[in-house]
């Protein structure tokens, strides 16, 4: 059984980090990705990577501020976000899916077969 859990979010002032984390099991896949979904908002892409760890794909909102990583051997995906602002306030969720895919495709929650259940991020004012 596949199955994504998502880690880590939280309540944390604005201009701090938080890492989020998300553990994969029951098989492996060729990207896995962040998304974002803000209160009465579409999902947004915020980042992907390969199984490899090489390349790296950023939405535009975060860039600069976020980073995605993977250690194989804990078979875990983590987003770093630092200098959080009170507009990343979201339920963050995993995603993975199989097989090449371009980098306009990995921003589109559509390409992706396997999601977790989502981790709330709340950032204060």
């Known amino acids: 059984q596949v199955q994504l859990v998502e880690s880590g979010g939280g309540l944390v002032q604005a201009g701090g980090s938080l890492r989020l984390s998300c553990t994969v099991s029951?098989?492996?896949?060729?990207?896995y990705a962040w998304f974002l979904q803000a209160p009465g908002k579409e999902r947004e892409f915020v980042a992907a990577?390969?199984?490899?760890?090489?390349?790296?794909y950023y939405g535009d909102s975060p860039k600069g501020r976020f980073t995605i990583s993977k250690d194989n051997a804990k078979n875990t995906v983590y987003l770093q976000m630092n200098s959080l602002k009170p507009e990343d306030t979201a339920i963050y969720y995993c995603a993975a899916t199989s097989g090449y895919r371009s980098g306009s495709q990995l921003g589109v929650s559509g390409t992706y077969s396997y999601w977790g259940q989502g981790t709330h991020v709340t950032v204060s004012s």
């Open positions: 029951g098989r492996s896949f060729t990207y």
């Open positions: 990577i390969r199984w490899s760890g090489f390349p790296t």
